[in-house]
């Protein structure tokens, strides 16, 4: 691992020229520290790192040196690998790798293709924190720790034992063969066995997780894809409430945010769209439409709507006029 680093920091320097150490720490995801006792290895490994004191000062390499350091470790080629299949660079903790391939691959190109390069990266822009509307992306948020032990115990074919908190339930602990990773709308999911019944874990509720060395029982090849589409299949059928309604367009996101599924979607000629959803229950259907106002229309079923009217008079019986202060209806 340190190894790694020192040819991360150097490729850091080169690519970058001047750095503080507050810099090269916040990049490695390391102490200041930590980058000072690196920066004295190289040194001292014969690496000629200046330093340039004073409030503008930093680190910087001797100009015109240059690495023969190309080759990529095991994470960092599956990191390149896995962002090209979408928002790789967040994906199963792997953000930090990808970001020490790409300095790698960097480094490789020639000096006219890197200038190139980096003016390029800086007019493409993947995934902001915020949507046009200003609303922040919320992302669920899984602990380092669990994150690589869960994917270690996926590539290695190991049981995993993991503290898990569902839904209105107390934590426990469980033992299962991990089969995959799947990451979905900033959602990630395990999808494993357990005494050879499928099951489906969300990363962000496991408290700790621990890989074993007992070879996890599983087959040896593997269709994530089609594995997913049955599981997806399958939780739109359990329990789930189907309901058919229309929303303005420009309101289609948040509906989708609030639905567990889309089974079904057909625009209509008015800037309407109409789709076939589900939710949890009827409460949660009653609620997540509500939040639409009148951008939204419930077409069935026939409760829903009904709970979605009681609401609305209930609502309009709260806010009626109240009579002018000092009178008193008096019965006709």
Same mark, same amino acid.
């Given at each position: ?7 991360? +920091? %150097? ?19 390391? !102490? ?22 004073? *409030?503008?000062?930093? &680190?910087?390499?001797?100009?015109? &040196? ?36 790409? /300095? ?6 020639? @000096? ?47 049981? +995993?034992?993991?503290? $898990? ?8 602990? /469980?033992? %299962?063969?991990?089969?995959?990773? #799947? ?5 990630? $999911? ?10 489906? $874990? *969300? ?9 074993? !060395? ?11 894809? /089609? ?7 399958? &939780? ?8 058919? #309604?229309? #929303? ?11 639905? /567990? ?17 589900? &939710?949890?229950?009827? *409460? ?18 026939? @409760? ?14 709260? $806010? ?13």
């Amino acid at each position: 691992m340190r190894a790694d680093r020192l040819v991360s +920091l %150097v490729l850091l320097l080169r690519q970058r020229g001047r750095m503080t150490a507050d810099e090269l720490a916040n990049e490695l995801e390391v !102490s200041a520290r930590t980058v000072l006792r690196d920066i004295e290895a190289l040194s001292t490994a014969g690496v000629p790192v200046f330093v340039d004191r004073g *409030r503008h000062g930093g &680190f910087s390499l001797l100009p015109g &040196f240059r690495t023969q350091l190309t080759g990529l470790n095991h994470h960092e080629a599956l990191a390149l690998l896995t962002a090209g299949t979408g928002s790789g660079e967040k994906a199963f903790g792997l953000g930090s790798a990808l970001a020490s391939a790409m /300095r790698k691959v960097v480094d490789a190109l020639p @000096e006219g293709h890197r200038a190139t390069l980096d003016d390029a990266t800086k007019r493409l822009l993947v995934e902001p924190d915020t949507d046009l509307l200003s609303r922040r992306l919320v992302t669920e948020q899984v602990a380092r720790e669990v994150m690589d032990e869960v994917r270690h115990a996926v590539l290695a074919g190991h049981k +995993l034992r993991f503290h $898990y908190a569902a839904p209105d339930k107390t934590p426990r602990w /469980r033992t %299962v063969d991990p089969i995959g990773l #799947v990451t979905i709308r900033d959602r990630t $999911y395990l999808l494993a066995t357990k005494s050879g019944e499928d099951r489906t $874990y *969300r990363l962000s509720r496991m408290l700790a997780a621990e890989e074993l !060395s007992e070879p996890a029982e599983r087959p040896a090849q593997v269709d994530l894809n /089609r594995i997913w589409a049955e599981r997806s299949a399958r &939780f739109l059928s359990d329990g789930h409430i189907p309901v058919l #309604v229309r #929303v303005k367009s420009a309101r289609r996101e948040e509906l989708l945010n609030a639905a /567990r599924a889309v089974c079904a979607e057909e625009s209509e000629p008015d800037g309407w769209i109409r789709l076939e959803v589900t &939710f949890e229950d009827l *409460r949660h259907a009653e609620w997540a439409i509500w939040q639409l106002d009148t951008a939204a229309e419930a077409l069935n079923p026939d @409760e829903l709507r009904v709970a979605l009217r009681e609401r609305a008079e209930a609502v309009a019986e709260r $806010y009626k006029p109240k009579p002018p202060a000092g009178t008193t209806d008096i019965p006709g």
